[in-house]
């Protein structure tokens, strides 16, 4: 293909047809789906557009299994809105936008944040949405449209525009983005970018470093740990394989080579579809010793799957997901962390365990297909989501195509008290106005302080993970003698090669960043975020009421390290110990690990036994619940949950209304049958059977 001339769209371009204005009404969208109804942007309607749609919402997870055009009949199907009552609902079904003739939608701000899958923009692009309108756009989910070929834009002016018919020019769509976005977009796409880009068709632009103005004004600039490593790995010439250069900054864009590039089966099938049709089914990867894959969302899927889908032949669609990426990690020799084998059921790890675990280190580039990717930040590695074509092309090139964000940091100073931990620390940053208004979109998080440099790699890995919730492009905690602790420790590296890793993995002194943001630690106690957003935080001491639960989870990449293991036996051996209790009679309590690796911790530690004798139920490595796709799950919209993993989105783990809190609070909500804090030598006080429930707090 690399012989054959890419085309690329006209410079003007016009569509004509319907808009769809996602509103926080539901009846007013069922008009616009059933009735025809089609609504003029006035100020009263702006102020209305949903803001924070999740990808969630755009595609819950079941929808996920399937990864063809068939995604079409499903966009927005979790779609939350008002109704009349004042309560929430979906009012989105199977087809009706498809059926409806839409051609662009349009909403609020943050839209498409949470999970980079792909699956979203390809749902939309499948129902005829050409274009998409919000006031602000998470990184990830517009690159994946980008890479699709929707086009995307924040400025609301254009609506009319496309809605008539009018021709637009593509600089239009183009403008305010860097040169490779804008040749993207041009092609239409990132493959046929590529095409182009492999043919010799397109410039890419040169590091400033190697350019003019001389080298040395680039040279005297002190760089964030972020652009040390952007620089390290920058593709500067592809056929020569020449890589790295001396320096980069903010809002330059190139291609960079990636170490490690991994994917999951709710990716791999669909990234292994686009690979064989557009290269042929005899086509091979390129490196596969860098590739990796996981089998570690679905495998508990059957569990908790409802008769209903499974009527429907999901669980079937579901289980094919498997069989896709099985045979093509076979077919290209590719290592797959697949299910266990024998008669224990569950993964061999999930993706995000298993990458810290064995693979990434300190000034690595990572990249996978999930938001949660830059867990590997702990050991200051640039691990950051992509999507579903941006992995299949770095399936050919290698290398991975970014713009280098601007960096801001989070400073911790002071004491954390004993009962606070780094997913308190999350929740804080998270409610931060830079954070919650949606000023660290697509920037880089560096966590920094002496409380961080005090924290152990778990712990970092928790706040490196939970990046994906701030919207930021990924999380980094610079490299230094804890990590060198870490790779020696769990990796039996030699202590002189991990001194030479870490080394000069940091921040160089005066570096710029956009926004520091100071924490005192002191202050800080245990957290909870209300149901419908991690950043609903605020003290758990500050609930008005007590909020019973009916389900603890204790797990997901963020909560399933040894760390976290130590957290849940702390307060479950304390509250046995001391008080003679265990998980309340009314709270049924799933403790899930991130990998085989800390099974095996915690069975040396004894937390297994303990586990059992408390009343909790351990469940192998796997998502599970934090998916919606394993025991932890809520079965109704009134049932209540408490957890330690990172999301809470509308629907990201069943109907139900679902708490975040720390491993630490978890343990001790399933002791106390409510949403509580653990107080170290305190007795956790029950809330009694049947205590009514209280509404989800605003």
Not at 30 to 54: C, N, V
Not at 481 to 497: D, I, K, S
Request: proline fraction near 6%.
């Amino acid at each position: 293909m690399t012989g054959q001339q890419v085309r690329k769209r006209p410079p003007e371009i016009s569509f004509g047809g319907r808009v769809l204005f996602l509103v926080d009404n539901a009846d007013l969208i069922r008009r616009q789906l059933h009735e025809g109804l089609d609504l003029d942007l006035t100020p009263e309607l702006k102020a209305r557009l949903r803001h924070q749609i999740s990808t969630d919402e755009i595609t819950p997870a079941y929808i996920c299994f399937f990864y063809d055009e068939t995604l079409g009949e499903f966009p927005y199907l979790g779609l939350e809105a008002a109704s009349g009552s004042g309560a929430t609902e979906a009012p989105i079904e199977r087809g009706s936008v498809k059926d409806a003739g839409f051609i662009c939608s349009v909403a609020g701000k943050r839209r498409g944040k949470g999970s980079s899958r792909e699956q979203s923009p390809y749902a939309e692009l499948m129902a005829g949405i050409k274009v998409v309108v919000s006031e602000s756009i998470e990184r990830i989910y517009n690159e994946n449209c980008q890479n699709l070929g929707i086009l995307t834009t924040t400025d609301f002016g254009l609506i009319e525009r496309i809605r008539s018919g009018e021709p637009i020019p593509l600089t239009e769509f183009t403008a305010g983005t860097d040169e490779i976005t804008r040749q993207i977009i041009e092609y239409g796409g990132l493959f046929e970018f590529n095409m182009a880009r492999l043919g010799g068709q397109v410039t890419l632009p040169a590091p400033r470093a190697l350019g003019d103005p001389p080298a040395g004004d680039a040279a005297s600039r002190p760089m964030t740990l972020g652009e040390k490593i952007f620089a390290s790995k920058w593709v500067v010439d592809a056929a020569s394989d020449q890589v790295g250069t001396t320096h980069a900054e903010p809002g330059e864009a190139g291609f960079f080579r990636a170490d490690v590039r991994f994917s999951h089966e709710y990716v791999t099938p669909m990234a292994a579809i686009f690979f064989e049709q557009k290269l042929g089914a005899d086509a091979k990867v390129l490196d596969p010793d860098s590739i990796l894959f996981f089998r570690d969302h679905l495998t508990f899927l059957h569990k908790v799957m409802s008769q209903e889908r499974i009527e429907q032949g999901l669980l079937e669609v579901a289980n094919q997901l498997e069989v896709k990426q099985r045979e093509f990690s076979e077919k290209q020799g590719i290592r797959l962390y697949g299910e266990q084998q024998g008669h224990v059921m569950g993964s061999e790890a999930i993706c995000h365990s298993k990458i810290l675990e064995d693979y990434a280190e300190p000034g690595m580039l990572v990249i996978g297909t999930d938001s949660h990717t830059p867990h590997a930040g702990a050991v200051g590695a640039l691990a950051f989501g992509v999507g579903t074509t941006a992995i299949f092309n770095s399936w050919i090139t290698k290398d991975v195509r970014a713009r280098i964000p601007p960096s801001f940091k989070v400073v911790v100073g002071g004491t954390l008290p004993a009962n606070a931990t780094a997913k308190d620390l999350m929740l804080e940053i998270l409610r931060h106005p830079y954070v919650r208004d949606g000023h660290a979109i697509g920037q880089i998080i560096e966590y920094a302080g002496p409380v961080v440099e005090g924290l152990s790699v778990d712990e970092r890995a928790t706040m490196t993970n939970m990046a994906a919730e701030v919207g930021a492009f990924t999380g980094l905690v610079a490299a230094d003698e804890r990590t060198v602790e870490f790779l020696v420790r769990e990796r039996g590296m030699p202590v002189a090669r991990a001194r030479a890793l870490v080394e000069g993995v940091h921040s160089d002194p005066g570096a710029e960043y956009v926004k520091v943001i100071e924490i005192d630690a002191s202050r800080l106690r245990p957290m909870v975020a209300l149901p419908g957003d991690p950043g609903n935080g605020l003290y758990i001491d500050e609930l008005a009421d007590a909020v019973p639960i009916e389900i603890a989870y204790a797990g997901s990449c963020t909560a399933g390290k040894k760390e976290d293991m130590d957290m849940y036996a702390r307060v479950f051996r304390e509250a046995r110990d001391r008080w003679g209790l265990g998980v309340h009679p009314g709270v049924k309590c799933y403790i899930q690990c991130g990998s085989t690796d800390v099974r095996e911790y915690a069975r040396e530690q004894g937390y297994l036994d303990l586990f059992h004798e408390i009343g909790a139920e351990f469940i192998e490595p796997g998502c599970g619940a934090c998916i919606a796709a394993g025991p932890g799950v809520t079965r109704s919209a009134e049932q209540v949950s408490v957890s330690s993993q990172n999301r809470n989105f509308p629907g990201r783990s069943g109907p139900g209304q679902l708490y975040l809190v720390s491993p630490y609070s978890v343990a001790a909500s399933a002791v106390a049958g409510r949403v509580a804090a653990w107080e170290p030598g305190a007795r956790v006080e029950r809330v009694e059977a049947g205590t009514p429930r209280v509404p989800v707090l605003a």
